[in-house]
């Protein structure tokens, strides 16, 4: 689990094998269900995570008691740093499995001392918000500007498979519109 760790992190901005090692210390590993809500909104939470496998997405709840997927994370990934989803450690969103689900964690505030330390594990750390900033924009690029049908297109060339993997519900919720929108969509493409 640890080289899936290691390969992510060179994904993203090669480091060193040093720089993992102090990085390797903090790992700790779960695992969740499908359906388990493992951070809730406005409550603490103090770690960054990698997703080792699995699916996962970070939402709200409108005051009508409906999902609103914000993002959504894949196997091999990262989820939203902690500094842009939990302002004074609390959670700003829900996160919850859409499938099985296995993460690695570290201490956010441990690893923030890694960073200070180390220039490499520093760099890192700053590619991923850099990479973060960069996809919260293309998604609002994409809702200001795509129709639903572009944006659906743009969804399978970002997510292939995950259409078969997680429910409708939520691809339609992270793309903005109806699952009945989303569904006719389908049958337009296929045709």
């Given at each position: 689990m640890k080289k899936k760790v290691k390969n992510i992190i060179n994904g993203i901005f090669p480091i060193?094998?040093?720089?993992?090692?102090?990085?390797?210390?903090l790992l700790e590993f779960e695992t969740f269900e499908n359906g388990e809500i493992f951070i809730q909104r406005n409550k603490r939470?103090?770690?960054?995570?990698?997703?080792?496998?699995?699916?996962?997405?970070?939402?709200?709840?409108?005051?009508?008691?409906?999902?609103?997927?914000?993002?959504?994370?894949t196997?091999?990934?990262?989820?939203?740093?902690?500094?842009t989803r939990t302002p004074n450690n609390i959670s700003n969103l829900y996160f919850k499995a859409l499938t099985n689900?296995?993460?690695?964690?570290?201490?956010?505030?441990?690893?923030e001392?890694?960073?200070?330390e180390n220039i490499e594990i520093r760099n890192f750390a700053n590619t991923v918000l850099q990479n973060e900033l960069i996809s919260k924009v293309d998604?609002?690029?994409?809702?200001?500007s795509l129709t639903a049908k572009e944006r659906l297109i743009e969804f399978r060339n970002k997510y292939r498979l995950l259409e078969n993997l997680i429910p409708h519900?939520?691809?339609?919720?992270?793309?903005?519109?109806?699952?009945?929108?989303?569904?006719r969509l389908r049958k337009d493409l296929m045709s």
């Amino acid at each position: 689990m640890k080289k899936k760790v290691k390969n992510i992190i060179n994904g993203i901005f090669p480091i060193s094998e040093k720089s993992f090692q102090e990085i390797e210390t903090l790992l700790e590993f779960e695992t969740f269900e499908n359906g388990e809500i493992f951070i809730q909104r406005n409550k603490r939470n103090e770690k960054e995570y990698f997703i080792l496998s699995g699916v996962c997405k970070s939402y709200l709840v409108n005051p009508d008691g409906d999902d609103i997927t914000i993002s959504l994370f894949t196997e091999n990934s990262i989820l939203s740093p902690h500094q842009t989803r939990t302002p004074n450690n609390i959670s700003n969103l829900y996160f919850k499995a859409l499938t099985n689900l296995e993460l690695a964690w570290m201490n956010a505030k441990e690893f923030e001392n890694l960073m200070i330390e180390n220039i490499e594990i520093r760099n890192f750390a700053n590619t991923v918000l850099q990479n973060e900033l960069i996809s919260k924009v293309d998604k609002e690029i994409g809702l200001a500007s795509l129709t639903a049908k572009e944006r659906l297109i743009e969804f399978r060339n970002k997510y292939r498979l995950l259409e078969n993997l997680i429910p409708h519900t939520d691809i339609a919720s992270y793309l903005g519109i109806t699952n009945i929108s989303l569904s006719r969509l389908r049958k337009d493409l296929m045709s």
